[in-house]
């Protein structure tokens, strides 16, 4: 048995409290089963985002006769496109991989980490399977997978999730999509821009379930313009014949509306069964933890009905001595959240008094075409809170630098009666960027509407968007209206 002052099992946001504890003198042991770096930068947000920027590139460029540019693609070569991010992507992985053999602080193991008593962890399947490992202190940040949902014959046909979607050298022809979130968003309009015929199939009665209402409204109008999107449907079977994939999909009875290809289609109960085909399948219907392997009952570590760790407020699993973060506690599925749980950490091992992971400004930001970002309360969760709250939201092309790119969307501010942010949301471009301006004052301003109205703004940039919003006449309740504004 090897001994450590602390281990880490996954290398993701887990190697910057690994990196933290090695730089204060401790003996640092890291498991890793597959690429170093994790989720986000091998199959998630790093390739993802490169890539959805050579789609915005194609777009701008297919969109300039509206700005009397007369412009032609000539050719695109995909999958140059897709190789050159890959290997751009296992270059940063491997330099991960020489940072940390070359360390004399860090020992890494590759394998599976499986718990064999509490804190004392072996390596199967792998390079050095057969090693038992014990720390002081364990650190479990497994991460997060695709999740497949029940659909009958799923076991039976080929089928992409976003890892297999993100290394693809030809776009198909025709993608069907089951699921609805930021994924099937992401590569909906990837796959789209390159001439994919797409087809989105959600159970939830918008796209984007996780946003603002009335934005998921908004971006599911504008998809439903592009692509065939049936949401408020459920696939239920897959079926595969002559290199077609075939989905049967029920009105799911949670969802509160249906609409098919853009045309609202009446409530479930009123609507019909739908087939769509497509020659790829994409699953995008959520992650699951990576905890199946971990054998956690062999520690105290316990875990919630789905599987993800359960933690206190200080990131503490049940067992002494064992932490937790990123995916696999299941608080935000965001490599910023981990990044920020990973700090929350540092500070309560290094430190002297504990501190909880603060939540209460996460940003998250869909990087689709429109862009979505929000940040904080939204406006069902308001109403369902039953509080008093007022709103207000202001277009991009009512302010002089939207209108000259044409742009479409809108940002929306939540308050309440004395003026504290409760949420922002977004739809349009660079709604990403923008949101940051509410974050920061929602975290180291007043969290005020003062903060953002009393602060001087570039004239004539894109973030006056943000300061008409909060400096406009907000209404209570839900109760308004998109205001129109003489640009300055």
């Known amino acids: ?116 008593g509490d804190r004392t962890v072996e390596i199967v399947d792998g390079d050095d399977e057969g090693a038992t490992l014990r720390a002081d202190t364990v650190l479990v940040a497994t991460g997060s997978r ?31 999509i089951v699921g609805g979130g930021y994924i099937a968003a992401e ?37 439903a313009d592009r ?3 049936y949401t408020g449907y459920e696939a239920v079977a897959v079926d595969e014949a002559d290199g077609e994939v075939t989905i049967e999909a029920r009105p799911y009875p949670e969802a509160d509306s249906v609409r098919a290809g853009g045309e609202t289609a009446g409530a479930p109960d009123e609507a019909e069964d739908v087939t769509v085909a497509g020659d790829a399948l994409l699953i995008a219907a959520g992650r ?35 932490w937790a973060l990123g995916d696999v506690v299941g608080e935000y599925l965001l490599k910023h959240s981990a990044n920020h749980e990973a700090k929350t950490a540092v500070r309560n091992l290094l430190g002297d008094e504990p501190e909880p992971v603060d939540y209460s400004a996460m940003p998250f930001a869909v990087f689709a075409s429109p862009e979505v970002a929000g940040v904080g309360a939204r406006e069902q969760d308001l109403r369902e809170a039953d509080v008093e709250y007022a709103t207000n939201t202001y277009a991009y092309d009512e302010t002089a630098r939207g209108s000259a790119m044409g742009a479409d969307g809108f940002v929306k501010a939540l308050i309440d009666l004395d003026g504290n942010i409760e949420g922002c949301h977004i739809v349009g471009p660079e709604a990403s960027n923008l949101i940051e301006e509410v974050v920061v004052a929602m975290t180291a301003g ?3 509407v003062a903060d953002i109205r009393d602060a001087v703004h570039v004239h004539p ?7 008409r919003t909060f400096s406009g006449q907000f209404s209570r309740g839900g109760d308004h209206e998109h205001g129109h504004h003489h640009r300055g």
Do not use: W
């Open 1 to 116: 048995m090897q001994e450590f002052d602390f281990l880490v099992i996954g290398s993701g946001s887990g190697l910057d409290v690994a990196n933290a504890m090695a730089g204060r003198g401790n003996s640092v042991a890291v498991v890793e089963e597959g690429r170093l770096g994790g989720t986000c930068l091998n199959r998630g947000c790093i390739p993802s985002k490169q890539l959805l920027y050579h789609a915005e590139v194609l777009e701008t460029i297919e969109g300039a006769d509206a700005f009397e540019i007369d412009a032609e693609v000539t050719d695109v070569d995909f999958a140059e496109i897709v190789r050159t991010v890959n290997d751009d992507v296992s270059g940063s992985s491997e330099s991960i991989r020489r940072g940390l053999t070359s360390s004399n602080s860090h020992d890494l193991f590759e394998g599976t980490g499986r718990f064999v």
């Open 146 to 176: 695709p999740s497949l949902p029940p659909i009958d014959g799923i076991e039976d046909v080929d089928f992409l999730t976003s890892t297999e979607a993100l290394r693809l050298e030809s776009p198909p022809d025709r993608l069907a």
């Open 187 to 223: 590569l909906g309009h990837f796959f789209g821009t390159f001439g994919t015929s797409v087809t989105i199939v959600g159970r939830r009665e918008h796209l984007l379930p996780e946003a603002d209402a009335e934005v998921g409204h908004a971006f599911t109008d504008r998809y």
């Open 227 to 229: 692509f065939d999107v």
């Open 288 to 322: 699951r933890p990576n905890t199946d392997s971990l054998n956690l009952d062999a520690t105290g570590v316990g875990t919630d009905e789905s599987g993800f760790v359960e933690t206190d407020e200080y990131l503490r699993t049940d067992a002494e001595g064992v």
């Open 446 to 448: 007043s969290g005020t």
């Open 461 to 467: 940039a894109l973030s006056e968007v943000v300061s």
